[in-house]
T-cell receptor
């Protein structure tokens, strides 16, 4: 079956530090990969995505590259801000075994805390 | 675009009572998902509808849980009877599944925080 493994948090950084959150996946097909962000008291929202190998998704200074050879999709940001404090979820979407529909699989989430 | 709308935002109930959570997906979306989020288990997929039809309900914990989608603009998740271990945040999400060549990200509501005492 499909699975997503993220580094455990919390990740605690000072403002302007470099961020990496590791994500690796296992999939039976050729999935699309996503990063979602969840701010306190809110639902998850899409941060970025990549649909094929070597694609780089980017948004709000965050980047992640789809690495098929290492089955990874690590999230990076060069200089974090206090407002980036949130929980980050890596996810994949793959064709379901039946029904021809996409079923998403989420990682456990990684909490990021950025101090001024 | 009003986004995915869930109600209520908070629900506190006593063990044994029936609880109904409601969701209005984004207009035009044809896939709807119910998730449960807890500290212990993270984000769990409960059930998935496509074009109002339940496709995968293998994540529904037990017979006390049921979900319906009577039309494209409304879904409910019901727990009867509720138990303290059902306490969690329940999210509804929707997307537009355009077929096997392209798939769209999920749009989440802000969730319903359920507390069963």
């Amino acid at each position: 079956g499909n699975s997503v493994t993220q580094m455990e948090g919390p990740v605690t950084l000072s403002e302007e530090a470099f961020l990496t959150i590791n994500c690796t996946y296992t999939a039976t097909g050729y999935p699309s990969l996503f990063w979602y962000v969840q701010y306190p008291g809110e639902g998850l929202q899409l941060l970025l995505k990549a649909t094929k190998a070597d694609d780089k998704g980017s948004n709000k200074g965050f980047e992640a590259t789809y690495r098929k050879e290492t089955t990874s999709f690590h999230l990076e940001k060069g200089s974090v801000q206090v407002s980036d404090s949130a929980v980050y979820f890596c996810a994949l979407s793959d064709l379901a075994a039946s029904g021809g529909s996409y079923i998403p699989t989420f990682g456990r989430g990684t909490s990021l805390i950025v101090h001024p | 675009d009003a986004g995915v709308i869930q109600s209520p935002r908070h629900e506190v109930t006593e063990m044994g009572q029936e609880v109904t959570l409601r969701c209005k997906p984004i207009s035009g979306h044809n896939s709807l998902f119910w998730y449960r989020q807890t500290m212990m288990r993270g984000l769990e997929l409960l059930i998935y509808f496509n074009n109002n039809v339940p496709i995968d309900d293998s994540g529904m914990p037990e017979d006390r849980f049921s979900a319906k989608m009577p039309n494209a603009s409304f879904s409910t998740l019901k727990i009867q009877p509720s138990e303290p271990r059902d306490s969690a945040v329940y999210f509804c999400a929707s997307s537009y599944d355009r077929g096997i060549q392209v798939n769209s990200p999920l749009h989440f509501g802000n969730g319903t925080r359920l507390t069963v005492t």
